[in-house]
């Protein structure tokens, strides 16, 4: 039905859900942490890297026991609605109108649920896709929503904006640099201006803009459709991704083996934790897509276990990625973007893997660009949804499609240096999305699951961390990553 915002879609098994969390956390960041880690120093990089991978399970917990709740509360209003209509039907009264209605101003301090639904096992199935926005509504009040909604448009609308700019960026990058003269890829210390010329007439700023276009043409589509339209290419990509991983760790570790290791990392420069600290926040941010990648996971039996698996798998990524980098290169050779380490004949010999590895991060962000697009498409969906209505069709399939993919291509077309935008979108509202407001949905959704249903339903998917200190733990943390982010742009803009 268009405008329907619950609307769950194809169903897939767990292991692909598990593939799409992998493809969705694991981008940009991963390829800037190898030199955080260098700066940092080894040791310090390893506790810091598992600490903020743990704390993002945690809030990663949080936010899937907030979707069953509110997948509780929306089963019981349906249960609800068709009591009443049956009690309509025969002309008797129903003593629980006033209760249904006050359930969502949680103005009601006595259980609703009947006795005989009381531990119900189907009560908090995972089954309608409730996006964070729409939880915010139904478990904030009034300003707290529209703080949330703040921060999640700020938060993608940036995340979108990056991706649109880095991956046409990177293809100018690999594909004006191998002209000429220049055919071995770039050295650290090259430097490029727009107006540089790439193909004949063209500029790279021309070649930039072509690339966007095509970016946009083949990647704008999915903007109008569901994320599960993407699953095979999600798979391809990610079987690239796991090759590409691999390609490198080997490269670094055959050189490190044949005594060709350059890299003689500290145990810890606390100069280099504030950057450390950015880079591992962005690298682990996956919870403002969990109700489009969850809700449609056939069985949610293991579900917790099979996020733990892989945040996992993605820290053991992380961690050999890292730790054969800082000890295979200098720390004052690698660059930004640690697959450009390889674009060098001293290197990699073989043109083709040079070529892979350098287009590599175009893989990793075309594919989490449409995931990205359809969770803001769903939340300016619920931001203007009104109970009980549907919007017209082409509202639904035009309208906000458009809003959402437009301003990102306008701003990758305006600019492809985004410094000051992923400073603001990681730190500031990243760190709002992936502590603040998880650590607030739960603590809501628990207080009210238990004035709605009473104390006897148990949420199958609550958290493992459910004690009430786990939620101030999360908030306090949060606020210490203001401070630190904060310090880190006052420190910088001191040092100009």
Known sequence: MAGEITETGELYSSYV?????????????????????????????????????????????????????ANAQLRWKRMENHKEEEDDDSSTASDSDVLIRDNYERAEKRPILSVQRRGSP???????????????????????????????IVYLYGDLAIYAAAVPFSLM???????????????????????????GPLRRVDAYHIYLAIFTLLLGPFTFFDVQKTKYLQILTSLMRWIAFAVMIVLALVRIGHGQGEGHPPLA?????????????YSFMCQHSLPSLITPVSSKRHLTRLVFLDY???????????????????????????????ARCDVVGLAAVRFFLGLFPVFTISTNFPIIAVTLRNNWKTLFHREGGTYPWVVDRIVF??????????VAFCT???????????????????????????YHCRRDTQLAFGCGVSNKHRSPFRHTF??????LWAFSCFIFVTANIVLSETKL
């Open 17 to 69: 859900g598990l593939v799409y969390m992998f493809n969705l956390i694991v981008g940009t960041g991963a390829l800037t942490m190898p030199k955080a880690f260098a700066t940092a120093g080894w040791l310090v990089s390893l506790v810091l890297l598992v600490f903020l991978g743990f704390m993002s399970f945690v809030t990663t917990t949080f936010v899937i026991e907030a979707m069953a709740a």
């Open 173 to 199: 990058q690999v594909t004006c640099s191998t002209t000429g003269n220049d055919s071995c890829g770039v050295e650290a210390d090259t430097k490029y201006n727009d107006t540089d010329q790439c193909w």
């Open 401 to 410: 499609p458009t809003i959402t993919l437009v301003p990102p291509v306008l």
């Open 269 to 281: 420069d606390f100069s280099g934790v504030r950057n450390l600290f950015g880079v591992c926040v």
């Open 312 to 342: 996992v798998l993605i820290l053991a990524f992380y961690g050999l990625l890292s730790f054969t980098a800082i000890f295979c290169f200098r720390g004052d050779s690698l660059m930004d973007m640690y697959t450009l380490n390889f």
């Open 470 to 475: 786990w939620v101030g733990f999360v908030l």
């Open 122 to 152: 189907n009560l908090f199935e995972i089954t309608d896709r409730v996006e964070m926005g729409q939880m915010a509504s139904m478990f904030f009040n009034k300003v707290g929503v529209n703080l949330f909604y703040f921060c999640i």
């Open 416 to 442: 492809h240096d985004l410094e000051s935008l992923v400073g603001i979108t990681g730190a500031y509202a990243g760190t709002g999305i992936q502590y603040v407001v998880p650590a607030f949905l739960v």
